[in-house]
């Protein structure tokens, strides 16, 4: 239960009072914050209209007359909010969100290149170092730009085996397989992976092409 800093009225986690409609600084979680439902699949559209209706709704700007208590939970529910958006948002971090709401994490060894990435990683690794050594060699460069095609289908590949492994989860809502878990698992560390080689990739291609 969480008492409203502007009328006092004791009631259950919320984003706003349910009688003088005050912020409340309630301990909630993202899908809740958002009053959307705790599923992996989330509907961007509705996401962004959840967001900037609440968003209004808590504004500071609207309790900057208010006392130190309300404008304190208006800052916090408003900094809430925006996390919670940014993190549904993306498919990875929502993903990994949903890990530790469920007290599982992606594990120590997330950050090694998975097995069945490595000759991809590494032949573009190589080409990249090699381009990145270069004043900008053109068949280096096409060479490279090739490597980024790749890690870009790639990603949609892994992209759309998320979104089957979301839709797994949501069509059981007490769907807790280890199964499901180690795969989604499994998708969250390729796709984090790959996003981090992508902007490497086109980082050098920039700096090497102009645009």
């Not at 009072?17 to 509705?46: G, H, I, M, W």
């Not at 809430?80 to 549904?88: E, G, I, M, N, V």
Request: with cysteine.
């Amino acid at each position: 239960m969480v008492q409203c800093p502007s009328c006092a009225r004791v009631q259950g986690p919320r984003i706003v009072c349910v009688e003088c409609q005050a912020p409340l600084a309630s301990n909630l979680d993202y899908f809740a914050a958002l009053e959307l439902p705790r599923k992996l699949t989330v509907d961007p559209n509705q996401l962004e209209q959840a967001y900037h209706r609440l968003g209004r709704m808590v504004h500071p700007d609207r309790f900057a007359s208010k006392p130190v208590k309300v404008r304190d939970a208006s800052q916090r529910v408003a900094a809430l909010l925006t996390k919670a958006y940014r993190t549904l948002r993306d498919p990875v971090a929502r993903g990994t969100y949903w890990l530790e709401l469920h007290g599982a994490k992606l594990g120590a060894n997330s950050r090694q290149v998975p097995a069945d990435l490595v000759e991809l990683v590494f032949a573009t690794q190589e080409e990249l170092a090699a381009l990145k050594g270069s004043p900008g060699d053109d068949a280096l460069i096409a060479r490279v730009s090739e490597k980024r095609n790749e890690v870009r289908q790639k990603l949609d590949l892994l992209g759309a085996e998320l979104a089957r492994n979301f839709a797994a989860f949501d069509a059981d809502e007490g769907a807790t397989t280890a199964a499901l878990f180690e795969e989604l698992k499994t998708d969250l560390a390729r796709t984090a992976y790959l996003r981090t080689l992508l902007k490497d990739l086109d980082k050098t291609l920039d700096s090497k092409t102009g645009f």
